[in-house]
């Protein structure tokens, strides 16, 4: 894709993690001359830098980054606000760019932006702190048990294995009175400039040996020193990461450190599997496996 845009174009680059995204994002924002967007969820911490494989200070320096390291990780953020602020940005970049890049690899978050979600009521911090303690001391069952109670329909087609979005609904039902269904409507919205997706792919072993020599070298760099600054604050929500969760066990004695590593690297293959599968769901993307 190196054709001129007629029309401001959004050009999303995504993949698993370790895939490659962020050097074929630079190479295609210098190509184009244009900045990049990051739809890493992860990657908006600034305390977070060397477990989210952020950008180095060098990438950051070769083209203009957005939602890098632009939240503490004591930040309250959602889906729905990327979205508001992104869109907002894209207004003010579309005036000097045809073609802005958004790479990374939080599908929900690129959703948010092509798609748009459905707004939903913010909770107060009373019902937050509800809501996490209540999956802090009793797990992802109680959280479960409390919605197929308040909002049996969205249980029925939820990912009743994914702690964060039913954290979230829980917390609309309790702060509205109202099921977390009633706020869905699943409607597309319209967006005032084009569209273009392309997911990066690699061979399976490939990819599993760099997420492996990712690790490793992460662990060179001092993540092990990184997730014991940020252990007393383990309870909030951005922490709950891979690469920190299995260092914040190691730390209490429950693994050892090989081990924790080990965790780490398995762990994270897991995730690139449940990356590439929400992928697959969007028949949109153009799939790139040379770059």
Known sequence: MTTAFSSPTLWVITGATAVGKTDYAIKVAQRHQTCIIS?????FYKEMKIGTASPTLEELAAVPHYFVGNLSIHDYYNVSQFEEQVLLLLEKLFQKHDVVIM????????????????TMPDPDSEVRQRVMQ???????????AHLRLLDPEYCENADLANHKQMVRALEVCLQTGLPYSSFRTGSKKERPFSIVKQCLERPREELFNRINRRVDLMMEQGLLEEARSLYPHKHLNALNTVGYKELFDYFEGKLTLERAIEDIK???RRYAKRQMTWFKRDGEYEYVTQF
Do not use: F, K, N, P
């Open 266 to 268: 398995t762990h994270t």
């Open 134 to 144: 209540l999956w802090e001391d009793e797990g992802v069952e109680a959280l479960r």
């Open 39 to 43: 739809a890493d969820s992860r990657q």
């Open 103 to 118: 790479t990374g690899g939080s599908g929900l978050y690129i959703d948010a932006v092509c798609r748009g979600v459905d």
